[in-house]
């Protein structure tokens, strides 16, 4: 790890504390309390001007201050809030129509957020990682309280981080309730689930692999819905070629003959194989 920069002792605590926060933002320390449980640090503004986030216009007409309060992530074992000054401005566009706008800081934390970007980052890989309660759990043993609706709430409201078009795809039935059945989509060489379809039959996973290009390989049921959805997708936007390659998991010895099933099949024995079996779509 190359060392940008060394402090030493004599150096002023404010030096140190405006190295952990972003030099972009253009803040300063004002000061710094401490409790039992939890850091406190005012910081102000140094901006002089503004863009209006409507109009798009820069102002350095100052309004008034105001005060936005930020948990930021933890000095462990202590809470981090941050208090900001900023300013408010007079929007200068006559055009315009917001009159009065409040200074953002589009790198630090979003509007009327309560949490600065980096934390909300690291609730959610604990969130995706392990839920509600055991993520909520987590945070607090890591000076980051949150309570388990909140944490559900933040992952709906961010969504599920974007996911790459698998190359390995697992397909098989879920069932939500007992007259209610899906469809499971898994990604087989990342060991973590793509989707859940509403609906088991051949069209509602043929649909999901003509807008996700890409999948080389499906591994399925023996059900027939799955490999009419296999092959119809084959038919209407292959992947580049007219082939498609099926693992087609084989209840009992792997020396059965493929013609029991009447598919395409790839035994147990090549599963480990680098070279996987091509069947041409007749």
């Known amino acids: 790890m190359k060392t940008s920069s060394i402090l030493l002792s004599t150096d002023p605590l404010e030096e140190l504390i405006e190295r952990l926060i972003p030099a972009s933002l253009g803040l300063r320390v004002h ?38 309060s930020l948990q930021d992530l933890p000095w462990d074992p202590l809470r981090l809030r941050l208090r900001v000054q900023v300013h408010r401005f007079f929007c200068q566009n006559p055009a315009c129509l917001r009159r009065i706008f409040t200074e953002p800081l589009p790198e630090f934390a979003e509007p009327y957020a309560r949490r600065t970007n980096r934390l909300r980052e690291a609730l959610l890989a604990l969130g995706w990682a392990l839920g509600g309660e055991a993520g909520a759990r987590q945070c607090a043993a890591h000076a980051m309280p949150i309570c388990a609706a909140t944490m559900l709430n933040l992952l709906r409201r961010c969504g599920a981080p974007p996911c790459p078009t698998p190359r390995v795809l ?12 899906g469809t499971l989509l898994v990604d087989l060489e990342r060991h973590r689930p793509v989707e859940v379809l509403l609906g088991s039959d051949e069209q509602v996973l043929a649909s999901w692999l003509t807008t996700h290009p890409g999948v ?3 591994s399925r049921d023996r059900g027939a819905s799955s490999l009419k959805g296999c092959k119809w997708k084959v038919k209407v936007a292959a992947f580049g070629t007219n082939t498609c390659r099926f693992l087609v998991h084989i209840a009992g010895k ?9 598919t395409n099949t790839c035994r147990h024995s090549q599963f480990g194989s680098n070279t996987l079996p091509s069947f041409e779509e007749q």
């Open 31 to 68: 000061q710094l309390a401490i409790a039992s449980d939890e850091l406190t640090l005012l910081l102000a503004s140094s901006q002089s001007q503004a863009r209006c986030p409507v109009c798009g216009q820069a102002s350095a007409g100052v309004h008034s201050r105001y005060t936005r």
């Open 170 to 181: 697992g397909v098989d039935d879920w069932s939500f309730q007992a007259h209610s059945a």
């Open 216 to 218: 080389e390989v499906i």
């Open 254 to 262: 792997s020396g059965s003959s493929d013609d029991q099933f009447g």
